[in-house]
């Protein structure tokens, strides 16, 4: 197996009024291309922070990222940009999807930024929404659908790239046993095809049962 992604030493410590809070404390960490890696941790652990490292949204204050080679803190902001955009795919904690826009728009905008064609961009967001099981909700706004709903369709927009890199913060957190099913259920699709690598965390034990390693 070949490393995807390579984080020496990373840390990351907040000011605050009293004293400093170190979120990231040295971490090294290897993901395998085609691996499901798993953190977890209580809430205020650090898992956030460490996803948003990991995935170049905030940087370090120590340490090294690689990513297939690439030293990812010593790229200029809009190279990385557009490295991030085509290689690595995020669900983040909070839902980010855009209000003012359909399932099938927000599943479709990382692939028109990343410079795709309308059709080509538009049909991948389609043929995933359907995967996901929203292919009949397409034109629902992000306040029509429900919490798992909004996160399918967060999922489609992470994959519209295909990236090498699925990040996920807390991807089945605050969802009914149903819909945290559904999540899981494609989750493990995703790792048995092994065409991405995916690193979530979690304080959950059913998403940490499925990783390769936790
Ligand atoms: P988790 O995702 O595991 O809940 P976080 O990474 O969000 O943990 O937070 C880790 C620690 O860092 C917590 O103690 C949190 O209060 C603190 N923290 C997070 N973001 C900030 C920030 N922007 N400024 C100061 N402290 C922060
Ligand atoms: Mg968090």
Redesign the pocket.
């Known amino acids: 197996m070949s490393v995807i992604l390579s984080a020496r030493n990373l840390s990351r410590i ?3 009024r009293r004293g400093s ?1 170190t ?2 404390d040295l971490v090294s960490l290897d993901i395998q291309v085609g691996e499901f890696v798993a953190v977890c ?12 490292i990991l995935g170049a949204l905030a940087r370090p204050d120590h340490g090294t990222l690689r990513l297939e080679g690439t030293d990812l803190l010593q790229l200029p902001h809009r190279k990385l940009a557009n490295l991030r955009s085509h290689r690595m795919g995020f669900m983040l ?1 909070t839902n980010s999807l855009l209000p003012g826009l359909t399932a099938l728009d927000n599943a479709a905008l990382p692939g028109l930024l990343a410079g795709k064609s309308h059709h080509h961009a538009y049909s991948r967001a389609q043929k995933l929404l359907t995967r996901l099981g929203m292919g009949e909700r397409w034109d629902a706004f992000p306040h029509e659908l429900s919490g798992g709903q909004q996160r399918r369709v967060s999922l489609a927009r992470a994959l519209q790239n295909e990236p090498a890199l699925l990040l996920l ?2 991807p089945t957190s605050n969802l009914d046993p149903l819909a945290e099913e559904e999540i899981l259920k494609v989750l493990q699709e995703l790792r048995d095809e092994r065409k991405l690598a995916i690193f979530a ?1 979690t304080h959950g034990d059913q998403l940490a049962s499925l990783a390769d390693r936790v």
Do not use: C, F, H, N
């Not at 941790?41 to 996803?51: I, N, Q, Y």
């Open positions: 907040y000011p605050a809070i979120a990231v941790g209580r809430s205020g652990s650090g898992k956030s922070t460490l996803m948003a904690q913060d807390e965390v």
